[in-house]
């Protein structure tokens, strides 16, 4: 067994030799443990395999992908993304930290390796979901005990199966783990439940599920890295998270911030906030009176899936939506969305809700106004870790507004929060990589 094991580690990584073998062994023996001690994921994704136990979240564990320097260079080139995100920062003398021969100048010279992780909620709300997600580790950095951990949560995805988990199809994972990785840190993104590998409902800006889940990946991923000997940096996690997934990043360093909640036992260190979307109940009056091209979409699936989270589904007269968009809207919570799908909808919210519902939603006191209003993520708690937010000044899908408004409730709270402009040029999209970049580099100064 172990002669065949060697064998594989050399198909692998081409050489059996040293340290790097040694953790290589170590790491197909930890895949192989524990594939034989939890079982497959079911197909639909919706429950653990029997034989799961022990309260763990991490199911199964496999090599997804290796970039080495030379193809992080030509995926940045290709995707016309600046190189300059992919340097360290300036020392204390403006010059440039210069680490080891390479010529993109990453802080970690033999590249990044990605794990991809089957997982599940080990307990609570959402127990037995199954979801994956991906796990990219400076290579070599298996070498040291300790690693600053960043968790980064997605924006949403016009194809529900492009998440982090397939990797090849996910340009945000792997743009933002090799900006993350290049300064040394290891990155978790979790799919969120529904996305990626396993299709299903997904709990569209469901602040709770979203935190539950992102939770346990990371408690899956603190399992797996355990495994290799590797334990996040004081027991702290660094949160980032774009548009949907800045909702989802408040949301989640709220609950690992709320005694007895927390799976994954890591406590915030700082959250970079990109470009988020923390507040849908204002992004939907907000959209209804300003649209932008993708504002009927992500507000229909924000609606039709608190429909199914609140058990709120209604037909006929009574639809939120008119009459043309009901089967979509209603397909698209079930499914998920496509390009194909999205191009259907009108952009304005105006178009797809029927006038009754908007009339009644601009009531705070309206059903559904009620559940959108619990789901912001920002007014009634104080974060006890510094929150960052990042915006670009171009950015008319999520405007900057919003994280103006988000920051000044929580200074208004008592937080340690800040506004920073990701630049006056920078469009939503736009925003990602140089808030990340920016986003690092504070993180290796605050702990």
């Known amino acids: 067994m172990i002669k065949m094991i060697m064998i594989m580690v050399t198909m692998l990584y081409g050489r059996p030799a040293g340290t790097f073998f040694r953790a290589a062994l170590a790491l197909l023996l930890i895949m192989v443990s524990i594939v034989c001690s939890s079982g497959a994921a079911s197909a639909d994704g919706a429950k653990a395999a029997a034989g799961f136990t022990g309260g763990r979240a991490l199911i199964s564990a496999s090599k997804a992908a290796y970039r080495n320097p030379a193809d992080i260079e030509a995926f940045f080139i290709k995707n016309k993304i600046p190189q300059q995100y992919l340097n360290p920062a300036l020392n204390s003398s403006g010059e440039a930290k210069i680490m080891a021969a390479t010529r993109t100048g990453l802080a970690v010279p033999h590249g990044v390796v990605y794990y991809r992780l089957d997982y599940t909620i080990p307990s609570g709300t959402g127990a037995g979901i199954v979801s994956s997600g991906i796990l990219a580790l400076p290579a070599g950095a298996w070498r040291r005990g300790e690693i600053k951990l960043v968790s980064y949560q997605h924006g949403t995805l016009f194809e529900d199966r492009n998440a982090p988990s397939k990797l090849d199809s ?15 840190f290891a990155v978790a993104m979790a799919d969120y439940r529904g996305l990626g590998r396993y299709s299903g409902f997904h709990p569209y800006f469901h602040a709770e599920s979203i935190a539950i889940d992102c939770d346990a990946f990371l408690k899956a991923a ?13 027991g702290k996690v660094y ?3 774009f548009s949907q997934g800045g909702h989802a990043a408040l949301a989640l360093q709220r609950r690992l911030e709320t005694p007895g909640t927390s799976a994954c036992g890591l406590g915030p260190a700082a959250n970079a906030v990109i470009a988020g979307a923390c507040d849908p109940y204002l992004l939907l009056r907000s959209w209804t009176i300003k649209p932008n091209r993708l504002s009927g979409a992500v507000a229909g699936r924000i609606i039709a899936s608190y429909g199914r989270v609140y058990s709120m589904d209604r037909a006929g007269d009574e639809s939120p939506f008119k009459p043309p968009y009901t089967a979509m809207m209603k397909d698209i919570a079930d499914n998920g969305f496509t390009v194909d799908k999205i191009t259907m909808l009108p952009a304005s919210p105006g178009a797809l809700f029927s006038d009754k519902f908007l009339a009644a939603v601009s009531d705070p006191g309206d059903g559904y106004a009620k559940v959108l209003i619990s789901n912001e993520v920002y007014r009634e708690w104080r974060p006890a870790a510094p929150v960052n937010f990042y915006h670009g000044g171009a950015d008319n899908i999520v405007p900057p507004i919003f994280s103006k408004i988000a920051c000044r409730r929580m200074k208004m709270n008592g937080a340690d929060a800040r506004f920073i402009p990701a630049g006056e040029s920078l469009d939503h999209a736009g925003s990602i990589i140089p808030s990340c970049a920016a986003a690092a580099d504070w993180f290796n100064i605050i702990f």
């Open 222 to 234: 603190s399992e797996f890295m355990a495994a290799l000997g590797l334990h996040p940096s004081g």
């Open 170 to 184: 996910c340009l945000e994972a792997q743009a933002v783990a090799c900006v993350f990785a290049s300064r040394g």
């Open 239 to 241: 949160i980032a998270g």
